[in-house]
């Protein structure tokens, strides 16, 4: 599993936040749309949106550090593409294989 719950905060929703608040210790990971932010908790990871999709689409929670606000971002790879039958690997997929490997074997370890 990704994730335990999922809150946000919308200045349009009737309610100031659905699940849980910003301020809320228990947020690990918050993400972020812009490079800056007017204040930051050092306890959770600030990252792009398109470390939810990476993340959900290797089915791994992804390393934060290529994902910061503001970086340039890895090449997303589509979920729907058999890479393989195409006849071409991208670097991106070899890299998240082993990565993906790396991390079953310290689970079973």
Do not use: C
């Amino acid at each position: 599993s990704l994730s335990r719950s999922v809150g946000f905060e919308s200045p349009s929703s009737p309610e100031k936040h659905v699940g849980f608040g910003e301020r809320d210790n228990d947020v690990t990971h918050q993400v972020v749309d812009r490079p800056t932010q007017r204040h930051q908790f050092l306890s959770r990871d600030y990252v792009q949106p398109q470390w939810v999709y990476d993340s959900v689409n290797s089915g791994m929670l992804l390393p934060t550090h290529e994902y910061v606000p503001g970086a340039d971002l890895p090449p997303h790879l589509s979920p729907f593409v058999d890479d393989a039958s195409e006849g071409y690997v991208p670097a991106r997929r070899h890299y998240l294989e082993r990565l993906k490997s790396e991390i079953a074997g310290n689970k079973t370890s």
